[in-house]
């Protein structure tokens, strides 16, 4: 078989970019670590609702302005599963699963979270606004995922 000269430069150019590509992949995998964010937490998966911040999930003030909210996720829901919080307030949603990887979602604001069985997954947001909000699990997680969600109230 007898590949013209114009094949094989585009062969050479192809290999290149390709080459390029994975040095580059490789180098960052390398030089920055291929691990989680180096803020995430760790938890035990299987004390998730027994011990630590989440045997008692709910809202907690840690400022005059802002506020702490833990939500434990399981098949097929979250803990608590109606959440309040005062309008203004930065709110930080720290949520960790017990069992597979679940999304948390507020619908229609920018928080949208994985999360992973042995992590603590955290978003921030101001609510701005009075309103109740939706939260969904955007990750199958089995046969009743789609009855697993939980309601954030803004008052």
């Known amino acids: 078989m007898v590949i013209s000269r114009l094949e ?35 938890i035990d998966p299987s004390t998730v609702l027994s011990s630590g911040q989440f045997a008692k999930p709910g ?25 309040r919080v005062p309008v203004g307030n930065k709110v ?18 920018d928080v949208n979270l994985m999360v992973i069985p042995g992590y603590i997954s955290q978003a921030t947001h101001t609510f701005n606004h009075k309103g109740k909000y939706l939260i969904l699990c955007n990750e199958y997680c089995g046969a009743g995922h789609h009855t697993m969600y939980a309601s954030l109230t803004v008052y």
């Open 92 to 109: 930080t949603f720290m949520v960790a699963s017990r069992d597979v990887v679940h999304g948390f979602e507020i619908v229609n604001t």
């Open 59 to 83: 809202v907690f003030q840690n400022g005059p302005h802002s506020s702490m909210v833990h939500v434990a996720a399981f098949t097929f829901g979250f803990l608590p599963s109606d959440i």
């Open 8 to 42: 094989r430069i585009w062969l050479y150019i192809g290999g290149g970019i390709l080459a390029v590509f994975l040095a580059v992949l490789l180098l960052d995998a390398v030089v920055e670590g291929a691990s989680p964010p180096s803020s995430m937490q760790t």
